[in-house]
């Protein structure tokens, strides 16, 4: 079974500058997520899709930040402008049912972002 | 705030030791999951615990869950060069109001052959 796709794998980029990731989730999945895991830190919940609904996006900042799974399978996430605190790897899972914490998410792995 | 305190955030022992990792919080969770990344990689799940005091083995990896639901600990025993890598534990708060997953800073671990 393949894993979750996600690219490019690197990307550097100045600030001010925009990007976009691409994730492509393991077939059947219903449920995408986008983490965003800064160096020595733990993984950060973006945003949560269920089908190309938007379950949660809490904690994605808006103003700069955007995500899109119009077909309900692959997805985007695109930063316009970036800054330099968004380097990170931007990680991409999926997951067979509803997220409800207790489900199995296959992550990706990753795209590096270096802001410049 | 930190939700998820893991430590020790760094690790390093020589194969054949035994070890134990911790990941505490002041909060109650619903579900608590161990994962394992390695460098360029992302998180592979290891474990599920949802009921307080309860113990998971995997192999020569045994996980436990807090009577309290609050805290959880992960013993290696008899550490191999293979289980290098960093240990993220990851839970739902209960009455959060959403399932989202919050991830510890991790423990870094590497063994030397």
């Known amino acids: 079974e393949a894993g979750v796709a996600q690219s490019p794998r690197y990307k550097i980029i100045e600030k001010r500058q925009s990007v976009a990731f691409w994730c492509n989730p393991i077939?059947?999945?219903?449920?995408l997520y986008w983490y965003q895991q800064i160096l020595g830190q733990g993984p950060k919940l973006l945003i949560q899709?269920?089908?190309?609904?938007?379950?949660?996006d809490s904690q994605l900042p808006k103003d700069r930040f955007s995500a899109e799974r119009l077909k309900g399978v692959d997805s985007t996430l695109k930063i316009q402008p970036a800054k330099l605190e968004d380097s990170a790897v931007y990680l991409c899972?999926?997951?067979?049912?509803?997220?409800?914490?207790?489900?199995?998410?296959?992550f990706g792995p990753g795209t590096r972002l270096l802001v410049l | 705030t930190q939700l998820l305190e893991q430590s020790p955030q760094f690790l390093s022992i020589q194969e054949g030791e035994n070890l134990t990792v911790y990941c505490n919080s002041s909060s109650v969770f619903s579900s608590l999951q161990w994962y394992r990344q390695e460098p360029g990689e992302g998180p592979v799940l290891l474990v599920t615990?949802?009921?307080?005091?309860e113990v998971k083995k995997l192999k020569r990896l045994t996980f436990q869950f807090g009577d309290a639901r609050k805290d959880s600990s992960l013993h290696i025993t008899a550490a191999q060069p293979g289980d290098t890598g960093l240990y993220l534990c990851?839970?739902?708060?209960?009455?959060?109001?959403?399932?989202?997953?919050?991830f510890g800073k991790g423990t870094k671990l590497s063994v030397i052959p």
């Open positions: 077939s059947g999945h219903a449920t």
């Open positions: 899709f269920q089908n190309n609904g938007v379950v949660d």
């Open positions: 615990v949802v009921t307080g005091g």
């Open positions: 899972a999926s997951s067979l049912v509803k997220g409800q914490g207790k489900e199995t998410q296959y």
């Open positions: 990851a839970g739902v708060a209960s009455g959060a109001g959403s399932y989202q997953l919050t």
